[in-house]
């Protein structure tokens, strides 16, 4: 029984020993080697939805959001040309409204 643990400290040492010398970080877990692997950059498309009700806006919002559906235009809010829609977004639509969630890894190094 020793022997064997005396093998496997070894192989793990040898393991360790060869990963650490790359961009992989090891740590030891009792009986287990769990490697780490580090993410440079990442870049996520989220999607979710927001169903809203008895909600307040000018008519030039509610005009502007109405085209917005007709046309199946995604608006984004930093590009609107009409500040007072992209507030108005910004204020009233929010993430911990969401109910459902999508991920997408677009990139990845």
Same mark, same amino acid.
């Given at each position: 029984?020793?022997?064997?643990?005396?093998?496997? =400290?070894? =192989?793990?040492? +040898?393991?360790?020993?060869?990963?650490?010398?790359?961009?992989?970080? &090891?740590?030891?877990?009792?009986?287990?080697?769990?490697?780490?692997?580090?993410?440079?950059?990442?870049?996520?498309? &989220?999607?979710?939805? &927001?169903?809203?009700?008895?909600?307040?806006?000018?008519?030039?919002?509610?005009?502007?959001?109405?085209?917005?559906?007709?046309?199946?235009? +995604? +608006?984004?809010?930093?590009?609107?040309?009409?500040?007072?829609?992209?507030?108005?977004?910004? !204020?009233?639509?929010?993430? =911990?409204?969401? +109910?459902?969630?999508?991920?997408?890894?677009? !990139?990845?190094?």
């Amino acid at each position: 029984m020793y022997q064997t643990q005396s093998n496997n =400290r070894q =192989r793990i040492k +040898l393991i360790k020993d060869k990963l650490n010398k790359s961009t992989i970080k &090891v740590f030891d877990i009792p009986c287990y080697v769990a490697l780490i692997i580090m993410i440079k950059s990442m870049k996520v498309k &989220v999607t979710y939805t &927001v169903e809203m009700g008895d909600y307040t806006a000018s008519d030039k919002v509610k005009n502007r959001l109405i085209e917005a559906c007709e046309k199946q235009e +995604l +608006l984004d809010p930093n590009k609107i040309q009409d500040a007072e829609t992209g507030e108005w977004i910004f !204020d009233n639509v929010n993430e =911990r409204d969401a +109910l459902d969630w999508e991920f997408e890894v677009e !990139d990845i190094t």
